[in-house]
Structures are given as C-alpha cells and as structure tokens.
C-alpha cells in the first residue's frame, strides 16, 4: 500500500517561496508558510544537471550542501515534522509517496537530492531523503483523466513476453571484470522472477555485444545496468570500459537518440 503526503509550493517572489501540505497520512497545513529563496541558490541548483557541473573530490558533501538548501525551500520545520509524522505513522510494508505540486519556476529543481534537516552533514550518504526505502518522489498532481485503450499485443509476444537485461562490463589485462556488479544484479531479478518464469524470458546480455540486433526484437522491458553520463549535450548508455594507458575509459557509447530508434 502507497500513502500520499502532498506538497504544493509556488514561488511567491523572487525572494520567497510559498508551501502547505495538501494532505498527508498525519495531516495537512492549509495556510502557505513563507519561506526565504536565493534566486542564485535556486539557479545553482539547476546546474547540477548541466555538463561539467563539478569538478572536485568532495562531490558528495557538494550534493549533501545543496540538498540541504533544497530542504529549507520545501521542507520547512512544520512541513518536515509532519512528514516525520507520516512515516511514523506506516504500517509495515506500507510507502510513502512524496508527490510534489509546484510551478514552472520550481519543478524543475533537483528535488531528488532533498536532504534531511536533521541529519549532520558529516553523515553525507545517510541524509538523502530518498536513502529511505519507504520514501519515493513524483512531481505534479496525480492525472484522472481515463487513458487510451490497450493495444493489442503483437503475435510474437503472445505467451512469455521477453526483458532484455544489458549489463556494462569492465576489461583490462586480467581479462572481463564485473565492476558494476550487473551480473549480480541480474542473477538477484531473475531469482525474484522465478515465481513468474513461465510468462517470462529473461535474457541477458553484455552491453559490448550486437545490443542493436537483440533491441530488433520484440521486447516489453529493456533493464540497463552499468553507467550513464552526457557527452556533448546528448545522453548516452556506457557499452564497456577498457583499460587504455593505464587509465579506464568509456570506449563504447550507445546514445539515447541511438536506443530510441
């Protein structure tokens, strides 16, 4: 079962922003509290999606630094001791869904980094809001408009339907090794999907093989796990990591525009 705790915030000015909480498992605040913004700390924000953000060795207190402001923004003293409420108040196995209802000049922040107020930011990893598994993150209002009617499956995935699992290896002078761990990942999902083996073909396959000819067949999940980055404004999916001067380095790259056709 999902809860919901509803944030709505607007910015009232260039300098204040407006929240309440819609509803919550512990309650609501109808009345928006004022809360102060830097417009230079709002735009730094946003900059953390951009190439080349930064550069340093402490990139996690750097991301902890303004997660934490991010807090201040959304997550005010009364707003985070309801929040606090709420997970207080789950029954075992029961989530959190933290839905976020904010305007053009806020929704685009990277909420994902919300920091908890009451953590040391010492403790770097352990604050993020989103390290607690009960908690996950949308933006905009829930939609209740009825959607398209489903399509009629083709032919060809009639019966088990197929996931193409892809896995990014790493090489170097000892030959292939797992870095990333996919192997392991892979082996944990298809142990979780024993229990619907018959309904599903789980394949996998190593990023630095022909992925183009396996995504030419029909295939109802495509699970990527290794890294991503971007590389002149344009995402892309690392194939393999080789060894070259005594450095690692990407050598294969499927871009997003590549894995969309």
Known sequence: MVAEFQIRAWQGDARHVQVLVHSSPAGDIRKPLTVACNPQQLEAARAVFRPGWYVGSDIEGELARMGRGLAELLLPRPVYALLLSSL?????????RLRLCLDAALVDLPWEFLYRPDVEEAAAMTGFLLFDHRISLVREAPAFERGPAPAQAPAELAGRQRILYAGARWFDEGGVRDQWGVQTEYQKLAESLA?????????????????????SKPAVIFHYSGHTDV???????????????????????????????
Do not use: C
Not at 240 to 257: E, M, W
């Open 231 to 261: 590389d002149k404004n344009a995402g892309y999916l690392v194939r393999d990591v080789r060894l070259a001067q005594g450095q690692t380095q990407a050598v294969g790259k499927l871009y997003s525009f590549e894995l969309a056709n």
């Open 88 to 96: 207080q108040s789950l029954a075992p196995g029961e989530m959190l």
């Open 195 to 215: 229990r619907v083996s018959d309904f599903l073909e789980f394949e996998f396959l190593p990023m630095e093989e022909d992925i183009e000819g396996a995504l």
